[in-house]
């Protein structure tokens, strides 16, 4: 089973990047996925999640109506939207799966994790 977070890459701020979360091995659309960030020096917190079907989601007050959140259950797939990205969302992002269907915020949640996309923004 595998995670593969893509899309990262170096932006202006005020730019825009779309990570994509790319699952194989089995399917998770039963499960709530999630992104989570750490950046140099601090511990990796929650950036949004959201439901099995797609039809909650829940986001981290930091980049609430920047980043969206979506997910295509049928090319088993998540999405991370950034728009209006800033110097201080630098980070290496990961994506998960959760253990449950709902877009939870916690990550002991999830137990299955991707390897990591470094998205570096420059003010």
């Known amino acids: 089973v595998q995670l593969q977070a893509s899309g990262g890459g170096s932006v202006q701020a005020g730019g825009t990047l779309r990570l994509s979360c790319a699952a194989s091995?089995?399917?998770?659309?039963?499960?709530?996925m999630g992104w989570f960030r750490q950046a140099p020096g601090k511990e990796r917190e929650f950036v949004g999640a959201?439901?099995?079907?797609?039809?909650?989601?829940n986001y981290a007050d930091s980049v609430r109506g920047r980043f969206t959140i979506s997910r295509d259950n049928a090319k088993n797939t998540m999405y991370l939207q950034m728009n209006g990205l800033r110097a201080e969302d630098t980070a290496v992002y990961y994506c998960a799966a959760a253990r449950v269907a709902w877009a939870t915020v916690r990550s002991a949640d999830y137990n299955y994790w991707g390897q990591g996309t470094q998205v570096t923004v420059s003010s």
């Open positions: 091995g089995r399917t998770f659309s039963n499960n709530g």
């Open positions: 959201i439901s099995w079907r797609g039809g909650d989601s």
